[in-house]
């Protein structure tokens, strides 16, 4: 079948978190099981972008109420993803650094689902499945069944995939006329608190809808910012399937950004010599437990919590113990984080940013990763850390209540159950306790490498769920 991924993210054109890890990788799975895959992002002014080549395929204007945006369609030239990728070129709204963050984002991800349309249309050939990805997507659905210059793809099949149900794309009805022309009676499918609430349209109107954890799919009953009462009214038609992570990108045996390659055959040498390094970097004594953490700081992923959790922690573990902090986002608590520098020099540090060949070292050279979110739908850090042989300390939440089983319970993993300095602190306490102990320390750290997160299965749960909504149309 011919699949299409319309996404904000892809790794490696556009990153800003999970979502662009999984858009880079579930395709590539579903082309080798045999399907022919498209996926569809914005171009914006990225590494990627301009380090590839592209080749114009298709060119037109979005109208956007009284605004014209010349586009164009791209495709990168040698398929090196595995799948083909396209980028919708509107320069005026897409050539900049960053994905998100503007103020005219609801225009640029309307004009963005438009274009993706009208390409589509004039490609006349209709895909069988269209696989939309969060809110910037969620209009798709709601346009193919009732715009009516759309008319020829009202029978393809959709698909929405909720990779964070808080983040939802709302803006006022004042800008309806930014829609191509529809029958006025469906309005009611956009409306949603009286005002137009993408992630909703798309859930409403989709043929099925998936969250990227069985977990999260129940957590999002009861919160959902908003949106619990449309996702219990929808449950017939969701399913909640685990994301698996590119296990040929995630490889500690061949991967090209750690300082020493390893497997579960022979980890100790491997991950002292990548600790080694790192701790270098950031002058940390390899020989004392590292905990670490990696991804954005905000209140969401619990990274409000890190600076006290670690000056406590630190504190209570006086030279005992290095902790490492990789991430951005909220200045205030980049701020604290840096702050610690001083107070404990030796025993932490931070860098304040993404870096991706560091945070591959961070995953391979430490001893545990530390995920205390308030907020996870699936989490793949816990998993990129167990493949390396760190240790996940995780809240019981989403994806994280999945994946990862306390050791107490001859699990793979560290939990607890509160978001809250207390709980990150007693966690450490006992990931110390463990890491002295070092034979059940190792046996522990082997579970985690021996599980299977690899995208095959999940792939494949994807497909049958597309063969489903397809034969219920021909039944």
């Not at 006022?172 to 949603?192: I, R």
């Not at 959790?309 to 701020?335: K, Q, R, T």
């Not at 490498?449 to 049958?464: G, K, L, P, R, T």
Request: a negative charge; glycine letters at 8%.
């Amino acid at each position: 079948m011919e699949i299409f991924h319309i996404s904000a993210e892809c790794y490696p054109m556009a990153k800003v978190g999970g979502l662009a890890d999984v858009v880079g990788a579930l395709p590539k799975y579903q082309e080798n099981a045999g399907h022919d895959v498209r996926v569809v992002v914005p171009a914006y002014d990225t590494k990627f972008r301009n380090e590839n080549n592209f080749d114009c395929v298709h060119w037109g204007t979005v109208k956007l109420g009284n605004f014209n945006f010349p586009f164009s369609v791209l495709k990168e030239s040698t398929d090196k993803l595995g799948y083909e990728l396209y980028l919708i070129e509107i320069n005026e709204l897409f050539n900049r650094p960053n994905v998100y963050g503007y103020e005219d984002d609801i225009e640029r991800f309307l004009s963005f689902q438009i274009a993706v349309l009208d390409w589509i249309i004039a490609r006349n050939k209709i895909p069988n499945i269209i696989n939309c990805h969060d809110h910037h997507t969620g209009l798709i659905p709601f346009l193919l069944q009732f715009a009516y210059k759309y008319g020829t793809l009202k029978d393809v099949k959709t698909v929405i995939t909720i990779h964070n149900g808080l983040y939802q794309g709302w803006f006022g009805f004042d800008k309806l006329y930014y829609l191509p022309e529809f029958d006025l009676k469906h309005v009611g499918f956009l409306e949603w608190s009286n005002s137009i609430n993408s992630l909703a349209v798309g859930v409403k109107c989709a043929n099925t809808v998936t969250t990227v954890s069985p977990s999260y799919l129940n957590e999002i009953n009861y919160n959902a910012n908003g949106l619990e009462s449309l996702f219990q009214s929808v449950r017939n038609k969701s399913k909640g399937i685990l994301n698996g992570i590119d296990i040929e990108v995630w490889n500690p045996i061949k991967d090209q950004m750690i300082a020493e390659n390893y497997s579960i055959e022979n980890f100790e040498i491997g991950k002292q010599k990548n600790k080694e390094k790192l701790c270098d970097q950031f002058d940390l004594d390899p020989s004392k437990p590292l905990f670490s953490f990696i991804g954005r700081l905000f209140e969401e992923k619990g990274g409000d919590l890190l600076p006290q959790a670690s000056a406590l922690a630190l504190s209570e573990h006086f030279e005992e113990i290095n902790i490492l902090i990789l991430g951005s986002g909220n200045a205030e608590i980049e701020s604290q984080l840096t702050q610690l520098r001083n107070d404990y020099k030796g025993n932490y540090n931070v860098f304040i940013g993404y870096n991706e060949e560091l945070a591959h070292l961070i995953y391979a050279g430490s001893d545990y990763i530390l995920m205390p979110s308030r907020v996870e739908p699936c989490g793949l850090n816990q998993m990129y850390a167990m493949r390396y042989g760190t240790i996940p300390i995780v809240r019981r939440t989403g994806g994280l209540r999945d994946t990862v089983i306390d050791f107490g319970d001859e699990g793979n993993g560290i939990c607890h159950d509160q978001a809250s300095v207390g709980d990150i602190c007693y966690s450490i306490n006992r990931a110390v306790k463990l890491y002295d102990d070092k034979i059940n320390f190792k046996t522990v750290l082997r579970r985690g490498m021996a599980a299977d997160h690899s995208w095959e299965s999940v792939c494949q749960e994807y497909i049958e769920i597309y063969n489903l909504i397809i034969q219920q149309n021909e039944i």
